[in-house]
């Protein structure tokens, strides 16, 4: 049995350019054009001497400038008609025969153009009469030539249809990028509300016979957060509004921890309108709550700042609950789901870490990238999961210190 042959990837066809081309290509192949124009003179004038006519080197940059001017005026409508008959299936051979003809036309077009304003400009410019004798100057002398210039428009052309496509493919790869971290922002920040929801009820459930009248406004306060937060899957947030999403989550845990729990909020004010990826206090919060305070015996304290170090958004939540235990338990769904969150939005351009502080309790610390718009998908390197190791997908910390 033979191998079976993988299938190849088709590319994208060549697209039509002539009204694509920005000014800056128009210019570059000017720019090609007048060089070849130029270094032609020196050979026209060799040719001259070899027949035994004197002429004026002038006279022959003043052709070549003319030149040059009528080929630029033919290059545009070149190019559509190349656009229109594109070498591909199932017009090949008849698109091909339509080229030849356009190869010797525009050639024929150059000389029927180029000699009557030769004419028009030799007076005023003082022609000698020498230069009448030239091949260069005659009504189908430079016909030949022309033909085989004509090699230089059409490989431009090709050149130019070739970079367009790269180009498109290079945008339709990053639009590919941008959609499919979409897709994975929205799947994270799907696993994250559970998770959150999940933890929330649970609470509300131990007040529901105990304490029903608590129990009733934890329900309204989740459903103020639920109805602020779910209009907002994968967005990212000014950090004004994601302290008020964190306000109502607090506002829950101040019920369920009645006199236990104090939380300080320092916020400089320069970040109020920073962009930042929403609920992503709310993790780091709810770790602390989780594995900080609600194991300690008494009252404790959370404090959340967000402060500007230069172009770097620092948030750090800071706990005098219980540390992190000797050999660091797994990192659970909140703090994993936040690393792929930053990973996913900023690439490399970001850092979580959770150290325990030498007083007790912990510190949990995010930078990211100073942003006053929302983050561009493709704006950073994102590594692809493929490139990372199976064992270190679900959580990945950015520093050596023990994590929770």
Do not use: C
Request: glycine fraction near 6%; aromatic fraction near 6%.
């Amino acid at each position: 049995m033979k191998p079976a042959l993988s299938p190849t990837v088709a590319r994208a066809p060549l697209p039509p350019i002539a009204r694509q081309l920005a000014w800056t290509e128009w210019l570059l192949v000017a720019a090609v054009w007048l060089a070849l124009a130029l270094t032609s003179v020196g050979t026209l004038a060799d040719n001259a001497r070899h027949v035994g006519v004197s002429v004026v080197f002038r006279d022959l940059f003043v052709i070549q400038i003319v030149d040059w001017v009528v080929w630029l005026a033919l290059l545009r409508p070149l190019f559509i008609i190349l656009d229109a008959t594109p070498l591909a299936p199932p017009n090949r051979v008849r698109h091909g025969a339509m080229r030849v003809v356009t190869w010797l036309g525009v050639a024929a077009a150059l000389a029927a153009l180029a000699f009557p304003a030769l004419v028009v400009v030799a007076g005023p410019l003082g022609f000698t009469t020498e230069v009448w004798h030239t091949d260069a100057t005659t009504p189908l002398g430079p016909f030949l030539d022309d033909v085989l210039n004509a090699v230089y428009p059409f490989t431009a052309y090709a050149v130019l249809r070739r970079v367009h496509r790269r180009r498109l493919e290079l945008a339709r790869a990053a639009d590919l990028e941008r959609s499919l971290l979409r897709a994975r922002l929205h799947a994270l920040d799907l696993e994250l509300r559970p998770h959150f929801l999940f933890n929330t009820l649970n609470a509300i459930t131990a007040l529901v016979r105990s304490e029903p009248a608590k129990a009733e406004r934890m329900l309204v306060t989740l459903a103020d957060l639920l109805r602020v937060t779910l209009g907002r899957t994968g967005q990212e947030v000014t950090v004004a509004e994601e302290l008020d999403q964190l306000d109502l989550y607090l506002d829950i845990q101040r019920v369920r921890f009645r006199d236990r729990l104090t939380v300080k909020i320092e916020v400089d004010a320069d970040v109020m309108s920073a962009y930042v990826p929403g609920m992503i206090l709310q993790p780091l919060v709810e770790n602390a709550l989780t594995h900080g305070l609600a194991p300690k015996v008494g009252p404790g304290t959370i404090r959340v700042s967000v402060d500007r170090e230069r172009d770097t958004v620092v948030l750090r939540v800071v706990d005098d609950g219980v540390g992190i235990p000797a050999g660091g338990p797994r990192e659970r769904t909140g703090v994993g789901n936040t690393r792929e969150r930053l990973r996913a939005l900023y690439g490399d351009a970001h850092a979580v870490t959770l150290t325990s502080l030498p007083a007790g309790g912990t510190m949990s610390e995010v930078r990211l990238p100073l942003r006053s718009a929302p983050t561009r998908t493709a704006e950073f390197p994102i590594p692809s999961m493929a490139e990372q190791p199976a064992s270190t997908r679900e959580a990945q910390p950015v520093a050596s210190a023990p994590t929770r």
